[in-house]
Every structure is written in structure tokens, then in C-alpha cells.
């Protein structure tokens, strides 16, 4: 259909993961680093990571992201439950921008896209600071959580989350609160 899709095995942690928009060919690891071949005939190298880092405190553009954990029946396959918050725990130098839902029965859909970008860099501007007590840089990754209220029910679920980062992002884990019901 014209669109970029490419599905990725990281035999670091032995899961699967899927890149869109990127424009590849083909694909190599060459001096640590990957190596993209386009079909207009460029050659990308992928060894940052940040995009486009052209602006004053190291931060560019934004990268989206979207992640679906996999289903599980939480230890009671064929009862109801229902899912009352999701809380994701970051653990990057800004906050990043996400949404965050519960997809049951093995639904698949991904949610829509966050608007908006990511907050940058923390800390104090340069002419607006005060000397003894501004904080010029945070140089350091801070945890960022937030718990989002859910809705829906099914027998199995997943956690879905989308979202955008200006600065190097990791999941530390998610928290997940949610009540049992009948059978069918």
C-alpha cells in the first residue's frame, strides 16, 4: 500500500517490535550502528538517540511511539475483569507525552495518535534564572507517572500506549488495577 512497515526481532530481549515510516530497503548493522538502504537510493545511518539534535539543550524532534503489551488473563481465564486504572512508569530526562488504554479480548486497534509535543528540557533559562538558585541543567533521568482511569470488560486484556519522546525514553514497568467478575 506505499507505506513503510517493518517488523523487528531485538535478540537482546528476544520480543518483537514494529517500525513505521521509516524508509527501508534493506538493512544492516555496520560498526555499531544500523545502516538503511532507501529506494531513492540514500544511505541512513541510525546511531543517535534523538532525531534532528540542532537545538540550544541538545533536544530535537519528537518520536512517536506506540507499544501493546501482550494479553494475559490475569490469572482467572474465563472471568470478567475490568480494568480501573493503567499507570506506566517512565524513566527519562523529560517527560514524554502519552496516552495510555486497555484493549480486551485480544482487539488490536491502536489508539489514536497523542496531540501535542513532549515538554523540553527542565531547568531555568539563561536571562530569566536566578544565579544561586536557578537549576541550569537536570542532566540526570528522573521517573515520570501518571495513573489514567480506564474503562471496558473482557475476559483477557492488554495495555496500549502511544505517545512521543524528545529525549532517550524507557518503560521501567506498568501498573495495572483492576477487579474480577463472572463467567461466561
Same mark, same amino acid.
Given at each position: 500500500?506505499?507505506?513503510?512497515?517493518?517488523?523487528?526481532?531485538?535478540?537482546?530481549?528476544?520480543?518483537?517490535?514494529?517500525?513505521? +515510516?521509516?524508509?527501508?530497503?534493506?538493512?544492516?548493522?555496520?560498526?555499531?550502528?544500523?545502516?538503511?538502504?532507501?529506494?531513492?537510493?540514500?544511505?541512513?545511518?541510525?546511531?543517535?538517540?534523538?532525531?534532528?539534535?540542532?537545538?540550544?539543550?541538545?533536544?530535537?524532534?519528537?518520536?512517536?511511539?506506540?507499544?501493546?503489551?501482550?494479553?494475559?488473563?490475569?490469572?482467572?481465564?474465563?472471568?470478567?475483569?475490568?480494568?480501573k486504572?493503567?499507570?506506566?512508569?517512565?524513566?527519562?530526562?523529560? +517527560?514524554?507525552?502519552? +496516552?495510555?488504554?486497555?484493549?480486551?479480548?485480544?482487539?488490536?486497534? +491502536?489508539?489514536?495518535?497523542?496531540?501535542?509535543?513532549?515538554s523540553?528540557?527542565?531547568?531555568?533559562?539563561?536571562?530569566?534564572?536566578?544565579?544561586?538558585?536557578a537549576?541550569?541543567?537536570?542532566?540526570?533521568?528522573?521517573?515520570?507517572?501518571?495513573?489514567?482511569?480506564?474503562? $471496558?470488560?473482557?475476559?483477557?486484556?492488554?495495555?496500549?500506549?502511544?505517545?512521543?519522546?524528545?529525549?532517550?525514553t524507557?518503560?521501567?514497568?506498568?501498573?495495572?488495577?483492576?477487579?474480577?467478575? $463472572?463467567?461466561l
Open positions: 500500500d506505499g507505506t513503510f512497515r517493518q517488523y523487528i526481532y531485538n535478540i537482546s530481549t528476544s520480543g518483537w517490535g514494529l517500525w513505521r +515510516e521509516v524508509p527501508a530497503n534493506t538493512a544492516d548493522s555496520y560498526d555499531g550502528a544500523l545502516i538503511i538502504g532507501t529506494s531513492d537510493g540514500d544511505v541512513l545511518r541510525m546511531d543517535q538517540t534523538r532525531d534532528n539534535i540542532t537545538i540550544a539543550g541538545g533536544f530535537g524532534d519528537a518520536i512517536s511511539w506506540f507499544l501493546l503489551t501482550s494479553f494475559s488473563h490475569l490469572d482467572s481465564p474465563g472471568h470478567f475483569k475490568r480494568a486504572f493503567v499507570r506506566p512508569n517512565f524513566i527519562a530526562e523529560t +517527560e514524554p507525552l502519552y +496516552e495510555a488504554t486497555v484493549l480486551y479480548d485480544y482487539l488490536t486497534q +491502536e489508539p489514536s495518535s497523542v496531540t501535542g509535543s513532549p523540553g528540557a527542565s531547568g531555568d533559562l539563561w536571562d530569566s534564572g536566578l544565579w544561586d538558585s537549576m541550569w541543567s537536570v542532566g540526570s533521568v528522573v521517573p515520570f507517572n501518571q495513573p489514567i482511569g480506564v474503562g $471496558g470488560i473482557g475476559r483477557s486484556l492488554a495495555v496500549a500506549l502511544v505517545g512521543s519522546s524528545i529525549s532517550e524507557d518503560l521501567a514497568s506498568i501498573d495495572l488495577m483492576w477487579e474480577t467478575g $463472572g463467567l
